[in-house]
């Protein structure tokens, strides 16, 4: 015998959604100043950011500032580890 939520109902008239993969992160080569590299990671220091998470952060805040930053980007993805969750 199976469990029911195991099977899909064919009586269901909900139209599903297939499930989307999460889009991977684009790689790009950038080439700083090694004084502005320096200076961007001190800043991201002080954030306890990655300079890679803190140059996203930094393109995501002009692009809003300027307009044009796409309706569908996410929010920043969360690095670290996961919360504890209380057992």
Do not use: C, H
Request: hydrophobic residues 30%; positive net charge; glycine residues 4%.
């Amino acid at each position: 015998m199976t469990d029911s939520a195991d099977t899909p109902d064919s009586s269901d008239d909900t139209p599903r959604t297939p499930k989307r993969r999460p889009q991977q992160r684009k790689q790009v080569l950038l080439r700083l100043d090694p004084s502005v590299y320096d200076a961007l990671a001190r800043w991201a220091g002080d954030e306890l950011r990655s300079a890679n998470a803190q140059i996203e952060f930094l393109l995501r805040r002009a692009l809003a500032e300027a307009g044009r930053l796409p309706k569908e980007t996410g929010p920043m993805p969360r690095r670290g580890r996961p919360p504890v969750s209380e057992p």
